[in-house]
């Protein structure tokens, strides 16, 4: 019994030895000493586990945003035949006359009950035929009603009524930060619905443009699906991910839902989208030009110079300028000026507010259509005729070049009339972006100038 005692005693003092031995040099503990020195702060901790209402996504509640928005997101699947030749061996060599039959899909937002959908123009681009598959798997033929490659929005229609639908929502109060639901129908696999937050604002993808930019998931057959706030409100068209993968990765982009129906009112009421233009030209901020003068460094944006015949030129608007607002939009960068004037139309008049020699100016600005544009193919920059053109020229119609990029500046193209392109007339710039998407690589095309000494040449290009 002694013996039995004694050996119990031993594993006591040899447990408590070994646990206390584990507390002392093992176990982390769960505070942490605050030295009293003034110079440094003091911070305090809490170990209260936090409610299930005080924990910022516990207090949000996607399923009405989901149940509302499901149904209104379509699949949509684009069939193209093609018949020419693939290659310039089969076109130099003949080939046979043969269909080739190419499917693409993505989503698509029924916008209205009797049947108009919003997608994105690369989603239906040379469509022969377009199916689009409601959640609930019936299925329907779609007309293209109208598009526009730029914001890259296309409205299709359905003959059916009585649809479910999303309202739009207004982008422009959208908040950073603000949770989001991104929905689409890729694959034919009815809706499905991702969340995240919005990342950032008018963002500029090198287009030109204004997106939403969020992190929730969205992946290729998602493209012009709806992005919605958790009220179920359309305030987004899913358009396109940042990937060196082709998968999601973290960073998708929407078309803001203010530019997306704006386009939709234009193809509506005019067949065409009506773009008006404030007409000043800013530096990318990423160039060595900007960073070589500070313009990066610049909260607005810096009028690098003034486009003829433009609201911004008759209200004034000088290089140097720094706008600072739009109407109530703040104006930080050029894709938040870009965004809203997208939102407007030729004749919409703004107010913009800027900043010249240190003194703060607001001046009422009535925008107009665009007078200049980048041709395809060959790149030229090219603007309407004037009055003033017309009469130094002697002609009636035709597009004068006003920028040239460095590929063909030996052609000594600057400040001459483009008269024709393959024989065929231009009247305008709308004209000429026509004939010049019309050019072919296969193919030699020619090109009629008139110069201002009347005298006319031609170029040939292959």
Known sequence: MKRFTGLFLVAVMAGGLTLGTYKLFFEKSDYALVSQNDSLPVFTTSSAVASAKGAG?????????????????????????????????EFWYGYEERPRVQMGTGSGVIISPDGYIVTNNHVIANATELMVTLNNNKTYEATVIGTDPNTDIALLKIE???????????????????????VGNPFNLTSTVTAGIVSAKARDLGRNQSFIQTDAAVNPGNSGGALVNTNGDLIGINTAITSQTGSYIGYSFAVPSNIARKIVEDILEYGNVQKGILGVQSPRLDSPYARENGFDEIEGVYVDGVEEDSGAEDAEIQRGDIIKRIDDIKVRKFADLVGYISTK?????????????????????????RQTINLPALGLTVKNLSEADKKEYKVKKGVKIVGVPETYRGYDLMGKIILQVDDKDITDIHKAKELFGDISR?????????????????????
Do not use: C
């Not at 997101?73 to 693939?86: E, F, L, M, Q, T």
């Not at 009524?161 to 991104?182: H, K, T």
């Not at 139309?345 to 259509?369: I, M």
């Open 442 to 462: 296969y193919r030699k095309s020619s090109i009629t100038l008139l110069d201002k000494k009347g005298e006319k040449e031609r170029i040939i290009f292959q």
């Open 57 to 89: 996504i516990n207090e949000v509640d996607f399923t009405m945003a989901a149940e509302s928005t499901v149904n209104a997101v379509v699949h949509v699947k684009n069939v193209a035949v093609s018949r020419g030749p693939s290659s310039l061996l």
């Open 345 to 369: 139309r030729p004749g919409d008049q703004v107010e913009v507010t800027l900043v010249r020699d240190g003194e703060k100016l607001l001046l009422p600005v009535t925008l107009k259509e």
């Open 160 to 182: 059916e009524r009585g649809l479910p639908y999303l309202a739009f929502g207004d982008s422009d109060n959208v908040r950073i930060g603000q949770w989001v639901l991104a």
